[in-house]
């Protein structure tokens, strides 16, 4: 593979070496993303993409479905993504994924995976385990995956990685955004990401339906523990009526964020006949704890979760109970 003179030599990442040495190996890389896919899992894939299509390795990015989010289809190799697994494949690699649930589907034992994520409640489920849960996001362990193994970042990985950093990281405004984040994003402009362009093509292409929906969602907004603790939901009726998508919902929860008294939020939705929880924090509370009571994770300011029920008011009372007792 081409190189560039980026190393680091002071810290040790053996992990990253042990993972490319199994890239070089492989004869058919599968790349995961999870379900309900995101930005940065997205990016993450397609920085890989682009490195081993300019590497002549054989490779496909997998989601679940084919109901992917359509405002990151400026970065380059997006339209490769696909929703058929390859009849055969000898290596997978998983990109923000907490936990293998979050594949949609069940790999196979005898392939080994690179799981690169950034999760808290990541368990190390990999052969090769490159997990950061300090890093703002996964796209920004995979520009470490380059970096550390010299391995040279072209304009489409650049602007795949920068994408990544930038949407996770809520616009570089997280707690685990530090200098290193920061130099990152700019050595990724230097290779050619336009933060400007990535900006416009991420935040100013909101479908109409969304600005129908959310009025609906924040008029749901129940507040408990004398407004610290927020509650709101998207019924399925009011997508239907709109013609919103569940992705559409998604600001309502920042929004909720942003009034000053509310310390917890939690959003809830049914989705794929079960209730998928959001839930979002500030300051030290740990809301990954909450999450992890249900089968989920994520982070200690945002977590996610599904429950067993498509009754959203009794998914409501059941987080309420454990989120009153938790805190």
């Known amino acids: 593979m081409k190189k560039d003179f980026i190393l680091d030599n002071k810290l040790d ?3 990253y070496k042990e993972a490319l040495e199994l890239i070089e190996k492989s004869h058919y890389i599968l790349i995961i993303t999870h379900v309900n896919p995101d930005a940065d ?21 997998f989601n679940v ?10 970065i380059n190799r997006f339209d490769k993504i696909t929703d058929q697994l390859p009849k055969f ?11 293998s649930k979050r594949f949609g589907f069940e790999l196979s034992k005898d392939i080994p995976l690179i799981n690169i994520d950034h999760h808290s409640s990541n368990d190390g489920f990999g052969k090769v385990n490159i997990v950061d849960y300090q890093k703002s996001s996964t796209a920004e362990i995979v520009f470490d995956f380059f970096k550390f193994n010299g391995l040279y970042i072209t304009k489409n990985s650049a602007t795949a990685l920068y994408t990544g950093i930038y949407d996770d990281s809520l616009r570089f405004s997280i707690g685990r955004c530090d200098e290193k984040t920061f130099e990152k994003a700019n050595f990724l402009v230097k290779c050619g990401a336009n933060p400007s362009d990535i900006a416009s093509k991420l935040l100013r292409r909101d479908s109409l339906a969304k600005y129908r929906i959310i009025p609906k969602i924040l008029d749901s907004l129940e507040l408990f523990k004398e407004g610290e603790l927020a509650f709101i939901k998207a019924e399925p009726i009011w997508l239907k009526q709109t013609g919103a998508h569940l992705r559409d919902c998604e600001d309502a929860l920042d929004m909720i964020m942003s009034i000053s008294i509310v310390k917890i939020a939690v959003f809830l939705r049914v989705s794929n006949n079960q209730i998928r929880l959001s839930i979002r924090s500030k300051g030290n509370i740990d809301v990954s704890k909450i999450a992890s009571t249900f089968g989920g994770g994520g982070h200690i300011n945002a977590a ?13 009372n059941m987080v309420l109970k454990e989120v009153l007792e938790t805190k």
């Open 13 to 15: 990442f053996s992990n």
């Open 65 to 74: 479905s084919s109901d992917l989010p359509q405002n990151l289809d400026f």
């Open 41 to 61: 899992t997205i990016s993450s894939a397609l920085a890989l993409s682009n490195l081993f299509y300019e590497n002549k390795i054989k490779h496909k990015v």
């Open 89 to 99: 494949y000898d290596l997978a690699i998983s990109v923000d994924c907490g936990t």
């Open 304 to 316: 996610g979760c599904s429950l067993e029920t498509t009754n959203l008011e009794e998914a409501k």
